[in-house]
């Protein structure tokens, strides 16, 4: 009997070649979309189709025997080939980030205050503060390329360094008042500082707007249901970081104008 002269098999024969279209269209995925990504979120479009065609093994009805173990093989078998990848690129990942943590982490070391009563040298404060700074710079310049565990280490070992710093800052000054001199002398610097990381963040804020008018573009004339869904996600993401800058520059901006008062007034 012809398929078509059966429905059951004519409908078995369709959901075939359903699912076999869409293991082919899943082979568009298994390279990485997203370079740019550390590798946990690279494949993450590949992995979200590849759960979606898992659900429509499990429902599409009918489906012969012989074609679902052989659609299913096939399905497996490329899955496997992504996971091994990933892991791959994961292991070399994970290499990196263990030279990048334990750099990171030296500076932090080099930072650290000793264990005292006394409140330290300004010097000193001075010397381990530009030690800080540059764990936070490297920080902040490899986190793409380092795995959660290590990013999450370093960022809590500086935090709880600078909280030392402010703590024994704060010794420091109560101790002795601050000289007139001192005074227009640090606001100088804070200022030079924060007009030049003004300028950075305000062009990061320019780059996830634009970023952000694509990705409405984008949606506004979407048709496919994943990219959709991805595009959703990259927007709630891109809105959050657009909140976070903007948050950051009105600090910077509250900052410079609190030095550029004390400026005005020496």
Not at 65 to 86: I, T
Request: aromatic share 6%.
């Amino acid at each position: 009997m012809k398929p078509e002269d059966d429905p059951w098999l004519h409908n078995a024969h369709a959901n075939a070649e359903l699912l076999e279209r869409e293991i082919k269209n899943l082979i568009s995925f298994t390279r990485p979309i997203r370079d740019n990504r550390p590798v946990i979120t690279k494949y993450q479009d590949f992995w979200i189709r590849a759960k979606q065609i898992t659900t429509q093994f499990k429902e599409l009805k009918p489906l012969a025997k012989s074609d679902r173990n052989l659609l299913w093989k096939q399905f497996n078998s490329l899955c496997q080939e992504v996971k091994e990848r990933q892991k791959a690129e994961y292991g070399t990942l994970e290499s990196l980030s263990q030279g990048h943590f334990n750099e990171i982490m030296q500076l932090a070391e080099r930072a650290a205050l000793p264990s005292s009563t006394m409140a330290p040298e300004i010097h000193e404060l001075v010397e381990r503060g530009q030690a800080l700074k540059n764990a936070g710079d490297q920080l902040g310049r490899f986190k793409h390329a380092m795995i959660a565990k290590h990013k999450k280490a370093c960022f809590d070992k500086i935090q709880k360094i600078r909280k030392t710093h402010d703590a024994a800052w704060k010794l420091v000054n109560a101790g002795k008042p601050k000289q007139k001199s001192e005074i227009p002398f640090r606001a100088r610097m804070n200022l030079e500082a924060n007009y030049e990381r003004l300028k950075k963040a305000r062009n990061a804020l320019e780059n996830f707007q634009t970023g952000r008018d694509h990705i409405l573009t984008f949606l506004a004339s979407g048709r496919d249901p994943l990219k959709i869904a991805s595009a959703k996600a990259q927007l709630a993401e891109t809105e959050a970081r657009i909140r976070d800058i903007g948050e950051g520059i009105r600090k910077l901006e509250k900052w410079i104008a609190e030095d550029e008062r004390i400026l005005k007034g020496q």
